[in-house]
């Protein structure tokens, strides 16, 4: 799995008036990688961590990887 797009990550959070903490929470993972994902310091994070913060969102894990099409536009 490729590296999410944190600011997306953001974003979908803050729309949805989440904390870092309570998102984090939601998904059970630590607020710390949360943060790092957020910050585009995590390479390549689990995919089961990025399921769980997608599914705490509400969107298919595959929303917050940016497409390889997307990134060669970019």
Not at 31 to 56: C, Y
């Amino acid at each position: 799995m490729e590296r999410p797009d944190g600011e997306l990550i953001r974003r979908e959070r803050r729309r949805r008036g989440l904390t870092q903490a309570q998102l984090a929470r939601k998904a059970g993972v630590a607020e710390k990688t949360l943060k790092r994902i957020e910050a585009g310091h995590t390479a390549t994070p689990h995919p089961t961590t990025i399921a769980a913060i997608a599914g705490a969102l509400n969107l298919p894990p595959e929303a917050l990887i940016p497409s390889s099409a997307g990134a060669a536009a970019a």
